[in-house]
């Protein structure tokens, strides 16, 4: 069974930074497309970055801030965030797609349960 666990969350002032973690089990990271996504209260889950083959993906809000990368000896994938805004509070989910898929909740069908990421002004 595909099963992803995130780690990382918790509550940061703005400027900081914060590391998620997604540890995946059930296949290897790099054979399939990885994806970052959020959801803030009352609004839709976006994606935020997302991996596959070396090529990455970023919303255009995080450029500059976020770093997705994944270790394939651990089988997990990472979410550096800095300089965190108060717009970046969320819960933050990692998903796996064997792929092809675009950095849209809607191509992705095993999803993590959560890390809540609140980042106070």
């Known amino acids: 069974d595909v099963q992803l666990v995130e780690s990382g969350g918790g509550l940061v002032q703005a400027g900081g930074s914060l590391r998620l973690s997604c540890a995946a089990s059930?296949?290897?990271?790099?054979?399939?497309?990885i994806g970052w996504f959020r959801q803030a209260p009352g609004k839709e889950r976006e994606g935020v970055s997302c991996?596959?083959?070396?090529?990455?993906y970023y919303k255009n809000s995080v450029k500059g801030r976020f770093t997705i990368s994944s270790d394939n000896a651990k089988n997990t994938v990472y979410l550096q965030m800095n300089s965190l805004k108060p717009e970046d509070t969320a819960v933050y989910y990692c998903?796996?797609?064997?792929?092809?898929?675009?950095?849209?909740?809607?191509?992705?069908?095993?999803w993590g349960q959560g890390t809540q990421v609140t980042v106070s002004s």
């Open positions: 998903a796996a797609e064997p792929g092809p898929a675009m950095c849209e909740s809607t191509d992705f069908r095993s």
């Open positions: 059930g296949f290897t990271v790099d054979d399939y497309v």
């Open positions: 991996i596959a083959d070396g090529i990455i």
